[in-house]
């Protein structure tokens, strides 16, 4: 029943079996299975040892939080793969350091003076799906994987993919760090698209100058070969 192909078993519910790496002794049976959430077996996570992939990590790991400094992994959950709608994120739109396609549910933190102008807060987080459309991020085609679900003693938002602020557990409505309603993350789009409108009017107004400069024979005007002020104090006078 678990095999990992689209030609059979057609009308079937979803069944995600998670497992469950935390240590001996704790019990699971009481614990909701994630259903969303979480990331991608192969997101970098700044541990105490640097960036590891996310599916290397065990229970008693330290990994570098945003507010918290280094905090010791609780639980480790893995999911086997399901179909995911993605999204793909350009380089250091928030944060990241390089081109990424993430899930569409994945829980990402907007810092800075975007989340203090917008918001009036330090720091916000949002679903990655309500972003689509700010600074180039788009949906990309659906893929079939796994996710890994982090989780320290209290919630933790955690440093990955070089500067990416992600929330790798399993994301929650009512959490401290609850991302923000589909509607107040579209101001996120709507204040990029004014950012990238402003940018473009800026380039346009530099490079009409730079026209009108070449059109008039100013651009080729040679300098002067000496300081205009020095004739206002004599200092060329006969």
């Not at 905090?71 to 350091?97: F, K």
């Not at 933190?109 to 972003?131: Q, S, Y």
Request: proline fraction near 6%; charge should be negative.
């Amino acid at each position: 029943m678990l095999l990992d192909h689209t030609t059979a078993f057609m009308d079937y519910q979803p069944v995600d079996l998670l497992l469950d790496l935390r240590p001996e002794g704790e019990g699971s049976a009481s614990r909701l299975r994630p259903l969303n959430g979480g990331v991608l077996p192969g997101t970098l996570i700044e541990t105490a040892n640097g960036f590891v992939q996310a599916r290397t990590l065990r229970p008693g790991d330290m990994v570098q939080t945003f507010d918290g400094g280094l905090r010791e992994v609780m639980t480790v959950r893995q999911s086997v793969p399901r179909l995911t709608a993605m999204v793909h994120v350009p380089a250091g739109v928030i944060g990241n350091d390089a081109d990424l396609d993430l899930p569409s549910d994945a829980v990402v933190a907007i810092e800075g003076d975007l989340a203090l102008d917008l918001f009036d807060l330090p720091v916000v987080t949002v679903k990655l799906v309500a972003l689509i459309g700010y600074k180039g991020i788009a949906a990309a085609m659906p893929q079939r994987l796994a996710r890994v679900h982090i989780d320290c003693a209290e919630e933790e938002l955690l440093w990955s993919e070089g500067g990416l602020v992600i929330n790798a557990g399993n994301a929650q409505d009512d959490a401290f760090y609850a991302p923000l309603s589909f509607a107040e993350a579209r101001l996120i789009v709507e204040a990029g698209r004014e950012e990238e409108l402003e940018e473009r009017l800026v380039a346009r107004e530099i490079r009409e100058e730079d026209e009108d400069k070449g059109f008039f024979g100013l651009a080729a005007l040679p300098a002067p070969a000496f300081d205009p002020l020095d004739l206002l104090f004599g200092r060329y006078a006969a």
